[in-house]
């Protein structure tokens, strides 16, 4: 895409001693072990680095593909001409302004947070200590789990809005959360960090609650294959784990994919899954679970399509609203300019 290498050369013009990689296999980058290349794989080593290459990918009308730590996507085997740009490194953690709070970047991993926030006497991350994901990731999906989710702890994101170039703190209030979504999928943003509000108590306590949970998750799922976590989103009323077992689809194979036989919920890769694999068995699961049971499943697992190519047209949208204004200043019998 003509587009991608321009922006591609200034970014290296521009930036000197960038992780950048050319025709970097994301099966390295995704907890399924499966995906192709993608032209560049950049992972910039702080949130400064990083507005500076969305700055060249913006004017340029490139749209990247942000991952943390990839444990709820996968990539066609052919690969991707796109560009994908890692939080990886974005580690920075810390305590608040406050004694009760917290921050983290978005590159931090859950666990580690979780654990920070338990050796420093502050409860309410429990839940997330086993979600094998990062901070940016977690916040986007409003991950949760044993009755726990980010909506209940995080006070405010930081993140870094594409379409405007901006850096901004949204409120929790504002952030849109729902189950395993929030408004930051919806809009051009980069989340790069976020602040979490907890609550006081022993060490000790949170510990033996962590302890609990982690015990709860190694009794009950496949964690010892590759997989994205929960393949299915919950739907009303019911779980997909439950729906797909019901269905007789425990332990259901496609070539290397398989519908976990420990837990149901779960996709995991038995060895050697493909892309196609995992496509051609989470359909085959919604049909079934549908024919059975009325009831569709949603992907939680985010599957990009052979040959997508991700765009920002800013530039038309602008010009777009630039129209839109225009006419209705027309029908307001106003002139464009004029102060209304």
């Given at each position: 895409m003509e587009n991608l290498e321009k922006a591609l050369s200034g970014i290296i013009e521009n930036i000197p001693d960038l992780d950048l990689r050319e025709h970097e296999s994301m099966r390295l980058h995704c907890s399924f072990k499966v995906g192709g290349e993608v032209r560049a794989f950049i992972a910039p080593k702080d949130i400064w680095e990083m507005t500076k290459v969305f700055y060249y990918l913006h004017m340029n009308e490139v749209l990247p593909l942000i991952v943390g730590k990839g444990t709820n996507l996968i990539i066609p085997e052919e690969g991707l001409d796109i560009c994908v740009v890692s939080t990886e490194k974005l580690t920075k953690l810390r305590l608040g302004t406050t004694d009760d709070t917290i921050y983290a970047e978005a590159g931090v991993s859950l666990a580690r947070l979780a654990q920070f926030a338990q050796a420093n006497g502050l409860a309410g991350l429990e839940f997330a200590s086993g979600i094998p994901g990062s901070v940016g990731g977690g916040v986007l999906?409003?991950?949760?789990?044993?009755?726990?989710?980010?909506?209940?702890?995080?006070?405010?994101?930081?993140?870094?809005?594409?379409?405007?170039?901006a850096l901004c703190e949204v409120k929790n209030e504002d952030c849109g959360f729902g189950y395993r979504q929030s408004s930051f999928t919806k809009v051009n943003c980069a989340i790069t960090g976020a602040v979490f509000k907890l609550t006081k108590d022993e060490p000790e306590a949170i510990a033996a609650r962590m302890h609990e949970m982690n015990e709860k998750r190694r009794k009950n799922q496949p964690l010892d294959l590759p997989s994205a976590g929960s393949a299915f989103k919950r739907p009303v009323g019911g779980y997909a784990a439950a729906l797909i077992d019901e269905a007789g689809l425990k332990g259901y194979t496609v070539g290397g994919a398989q519908v976990s036989e420990k837990h149901a919920g779960f996709v995991v890769n038995k060895g050697g899954a493909s892309y196609d694999d995992i496509v051609a068995l989470m359909d085959h699961v919604r049909r079934e679970v549908y024919e059975?049971?009325?009831?569709?499943?949603?992907?939680?697992?985010?599957?990009?399509?052979?040959?997508?190519?991700?765009?920002?047209?800013?530039?038309?949208?602008?010009?777009?609203?630039?129209?839109?204004?225009?006419?209705?200043?027309?029908?307001?019998?106003?002139?464009?300019?004029?102060?209304?």
């Open positions: 999906m409003n991950a949760g789990a044993y009755g726990g989710e980010m909506k209940d702890v995080v006070e405010s994101v930081v993140m870094y809005y594409l379409t405007d170039q059975k049971s009325g009831i569709t499943l949603e992907p939680e697992i985010r599957i990009y399509p052979k040959g997508v190519v991700l765009i920002d047209d800013w530039k038309r949208r602008k010009q777009m609203a630039l129209d839109e204004m225009l006419r209705l200043a027309k029908e307001k019998g106003a002139k464009p300019d004029e102060e209304q």
